[in-house]
């Protein structure tokens, strides 16, 4: 997994840095007094000329109290020119006070400007009209659209911005725009102090939470008592909008209001939100009647409609609405499109899903809300589930908490199982998904490749459900079934006896499959190397397969020992080939007598373990099918059939060509072998 940092988190500090040192020396020089100030090698700063007040005050309908606070930035050569009849079009009925500069370069912008985003706004008029009060602000006139504001102070509006129908625009105080600090886990009584950037990846989040550390906050020089709208952006019908920076291209239209956000482009805020205190990456969004404080929402995540999300990291591609979410980390693609509440989740990996009426959040004991759960990667939190903390599931992704289930505090480390509420206590099937309802991952495999929309972190979001960590987590699982007696790793469930056989029987399968695809791997890279000519040299294959020690992903014990999994990025670097060939050895001990006749016997057993996959797929779908076809009028007619399915018809031609690609290499490795 490559883990190459996107430009554009770099591109899009380095811009906000630049803007805010170029505004930080224009307030300076804002602060001096007399004529004709230099501001850059090419542009300077001048005071009104008397035609030009006369313009604004009689010909515009203007006051100020003080014209001589008023100043022009224009380019070098144009200093001595006269204004007045640009000012005339683009400035009328509007109140100014203190120091106020309309920016009037030919290129419309101090810094570079950009294409104008199409809205219907742009067929205003440019220019700054009918405001009520306007003071020390920056305003570029020639190209904003600035209209019947009540209040705008200390506000810097860049080239293309319109401002339209708002309220107060202000800055109370200096922002260190670009930082945020919140406390996720234990709401009370502690807490896990997060130091956040708008750039800061899940990567960086996850590092934090591990090492429980978090940095040492520095005063900042370029903190400014300033709002930013940096380029072509749009601010419209909100009451109040306070210590805001905006990247290029972001938009606030008819938010409720607007505190102390850094808004990345193509971010928005929308529709009766409250929103204070956040960092927005690209594309994410909080809209219709959502509110949102203390959190960073991630590239392509969503908060609403009617969302609540405090003291949280959303990460790329979440999407949280109607629901509440407090003091959490949320990893990506993770969806909680319903009514439900989520406290105090620590759940970096993300992945899944919160079913209406979920409760994962009952995190006070009585004595303080101080509790806090840990879910897994791709955890399916069912309808109405009350989840007692605290909870461990990082040692069970993928596995489902079904409907109406009450999980009392536990740790398990079962990966792929369903927990069901049952008489007598919860009952957990291990390696059910595995098992029974294939399809699940087979779909949810397509999707987190096919459905990812945030590029700038696809250099880590990418990973595969079945890889080195999951596997090794199967491993472990698999051996503590196996071993008899009290079984580790259940938590506070029951396992019966055919529940232990369905767990082993599928982290067998599961672990073999992933094996065997690497023994595969490693025959078609012997056949295609220098000098091999198509056929699988049996020595270097002996090579492949022994003399080298053994090695697991890892060694802590998940029953005993309290940690964090193995993150994907993690592995990086890592030889999978190594630990693959240590799970086909641990299960397939190697004959060395017949070596090619050995690795004959484990592809024929791949091609029969693919089958019987792609089987287990259609049949946990045509289940579906089946049930529904006798209970609802129909039923047929209105939903695809498994045989019809994507997600199936995917599985079986991925079976196919394992059985086609394992038919050629046998004929290679010897004339007589044939399936």
Same mark, same amino acid.
């Given at each position: ?23 930080? *020396? ?10 004709? %100030? ?38 070098r050569n144009q200093q001595s020119r006269d204004f007045s009849s640009e000012l005339r079009t683009l400035v009328s009925d509007t109140r100014f006070d203190g120091s106020v500069v309309f920016v009037l370069e030919d290129d419309g912008d101090v810094l570079r400007s950009v294409d104008n985003n199409s809205t219907i706004m742009s067929n ?68 896990r102090n997060l130091s956040l950037t708008s750039e800061h990846t899940m990567i960086d989040v996850c590092r934090q939470l591990r090492e429980g550390k978090t940095l040492n906050p520095v005063e900042n020089p370029l903190a400014l008592d300033m709002n930013v709208l940096s380029r072509c952006n749009i601010l419209r019908d909100t009451p ?13 239209? %008819? ?21 204070s205190n956040c960092l927005l990456q690209w594309n994410s969004a909080v809209t219709d009647n959502s509110t949102a404080s203390d959190t960073l929402l991630m590239e392509q995540a969503h908060c609403g409609p009617h969302g609540i999300v405090a003291s949280s990291v959303m990460g790329p591609d979440v999407h949280t609405s109607a629901g ?26 993300? *992945? ?58 536990? !740790? ?39 459905? !990812? ?13 079945? !890889? ?94 309290? @940690? ?5 990025? @993690? ?15 641990? @299960? ?53 059939? %498994?045989?019809? @399915? ?20 046998? !004929? ?5 072998? *044939?399936?």
């Amino acid at each position: 997994m490559s883990l190459e940092l996107n430009d554009d988190f770099v591109r899009v500090f380095t811009t906000r840095e630049a803007q805010l040192r170029c505004l930080v *020396r224009l307030k300076e020089q804002l602060g001096k007094q007399g004529g004709v %100030a230099d501001f850059s090698d090419r542009q300077v700063l001048r005071p009104l000329s008397v035609l030009e007040i006369d313009t604004l005050e009689n010909a515009c309908r203007c006051a100020s109290l003080n014209w001589s606070l008023l100043r022009l930035l224009v380019n070098r050569n144009q200093q001595s020119r006269d204004f007045s009849s640009e000012l005339r079009t683009l400035v009328s009925d509007t109140r100014f006070d203190g120091s106020v500069v309309f920016v009037l370069e030919d290129d419309g912008d101090v810094l570079r400007s950009v294409d104008n985003n199409s809205t219907i706004m742009s067929n205003l008029p440019p220019g700054i009209h009918s405001n009520l009060l306007v003071c020390d602000s920056v305003i570029n006139i020639k190209s904003c659209r600035v209209y019947r504001n009540s209040f705008i102070s200390k506000t810097y509006i860049g080239p293309h911005c319109t401002v339209v129908n708002c309220g107060l625009i202000s800055t109370p105080n200096s922002c260190d725009y670009g930082k945020l600090t919140i406390s996720v886990g234990p709401e009370s009584g502690g807490g896990r102090n997060l130091s956040l950037t708008s750039e800061h990846t899940m990567i960086d989040v996850c590092r934090q939470l591990r090492e429980g550390k978090t940095l040492n906050p520095v005063e900042n020089p370029l903190a400014l008592d300033m709002n930013v709208l940096s380029r072509c952006n749009i601010l419209r019908d909100t009451p109040t909008l306070q210590n805001i920076y905006l990247h290029e291209t972001a938009t606030i239209e %008819a938010a409720s209001f607007v505190n102390q956000v850094t808004m990345h482009p193509n971010s928005k805020i929308g529709n009766s939100c409250n929103v204070s205190n956040c960092l927005l990456q690209w594309n994410s969004a909080v809209t219709d009647n959502s509110t949102a404080s203390d959190t960073l929402l991630m590239e392509q995540a969503h908060c609403g409609p009617h969302g609540i999300v405090a003291s949280s990291v959303m990460g790329p591609d979440v999407h949280t609405s109607a629901g509440e979410v407090h003091a959490s980390v949320i990893g990506p693609n993770t969806n909680a499109h319903h009514q439900s509440l989520v406290i105090g989740v620590l759940w970096p990996l993300g *992945r899944g899903n919160v079913g209406y009426g979920a409760n994962v959040g009952s995190n006070h004991t009585g004595r303080l809300p101080d509790q806090e759960t840990a879910s897994g990667e791709g955890i399916f939190w069912g309808l109405s589930c009350v989840i007692k903390f605290p909870v461990d599931l990082t040692y069970s992704p993928y596995s489902i908490v079904a409907a109406g289930t009450t999980l009392p505090p536990q !740790r398990v480390c079962m990966p792929f199982s369903l927990i069901l509420e049952q008489p007598g206590g919860n009952q957990i099937i291990p390696g059910w998904v595995l098992q029974s309802s294939p399809y699940t991952l087979a779909r949810s495999e397509k999707k987190f490749a096919t459905r !990812r929309k945030a590029e700038r972190h696809g250099f880590y979001t990418g990973w595969k459900i079945q !890889r080195q960590e999951i596997i090794d987590m199967c491993r472990w699982a698999r051996d503590a079934l196996r071993n008899g007696g009290t079984v580790q790793g259940i938590g506070e469930n029951v396992l019966t006896e055919r529940a232990r056989e369905v767990g082993i029987r599928a982290y067998t399968d599961c672990i073999q499959r992933y094996a065997l695809h690497g023994l595969l791997s490693c025959v078609q890279r012997l056949m295609n190397s220098e000098g091999a000519d198509g056929i699988v040299p049996e020595t270097a294959l002996q090579a492949e397969l022994s003399g080298k020690e053994t090695v697991k992903t890892s060694h802590i014990d998940p029953a005993n020992v309290i @940690d964090w999994p193995q993150l994907p990025w @993690d592995m990086k670097g890592q030889d999978e080939w190594e630990f693959q060939r240590t799970l086909l050895l641990n @299960d397939f001990p190697m004959q060395s007598s017949n070596l090619l006749s050995w690795v004959e016997d484990l592809l024929k057993n791949l091609v029969q373990l693919e089958s019987d996959y792609a089987r287990r797929i259609h049949k946990s779908k045509s289940r579906d099918d089946s049930r529904g076809a006798k209970t609802i009028p129909g039923y047929a007619k209105a939903h695809i059939s %498994a045989d019809e @399915d994507p997600v199936i018809i995917e599985a079986r031609k991925n079976a196919d060509e394992i059985g086609t690609v394992v038919t050629t290499l046998l !004929r290679k490795l010897s004339p007589r072998s *044939r399936l």
